[in-house]
């Protein structure tokens, strides 16, 4: 599986940018799609979660009512819409793939993950 990530740059504190996340070589619908994050020094922290399907999503609590995630099978690719974006957003923005469907803080867990794009950088000034 190949992941391509973009819809990266910078954004005044309140706008919105949509990721977008582009997905190869195997059948998108077999796979739960991740977003993680990660600023230097720091290590990389999960964002949201989507199971094959849509029909369960799962956000960390610093981005609840602000992000929404989404995937639209047809066309393999997986989408994180950011609104209402502030500076503490700025970071480099990866998508992930693991096959099947899973729950619990396991999720949240970047080891579960099988498959990582290139990252795409966000940037919100003050």
């Known amino acids: 599986v190949q992941l391509q990530a973009s819809g990266g740059g910078l954004v005044q504190a309140g706008g919105s940018l949509r990721l977008s996340c582009a997905s190869s070589?195997?059948?998108?619908?077999?796979?739960?799609m991740g977003w993680f994050r990660q600023v230097p020094g720091k290590e990389r922290e999960f964002v949201s979660y989507?199971?094959?399907?849509?029909?369960?999503?799962t956000y960390a609590d610093s981005v609840k009512e602000r992000f929404t995630i989404s995937r639209d099978n047809a066309k393999n690719t997986a989408y994180l819409q950011m609104n209402k974006l502030r500076p503490e957003d700025t970071a480099v923005y990866f998508c992930?793939?693991?096959?099947?469907?899973?729950?619990?803080?396991?999720?949240?867990?970047?080891?579960?993950?099988?498959?990582w794009g290139q990252g795409t950088q966000v940037t919100v000034s003050s």
């Open positions: 992930a793939a693991v096959k099947g469907t899973y729950s619990g803080s396991l999720i949240r867990d970047r080891i579960l993950y099988d498959y």
């Open positions: 070589g195997d059948t998108f619908t077999a796979f739960s």
């Open positions: 989507i199971t094959p399907f849509g029909g369960t999503t």
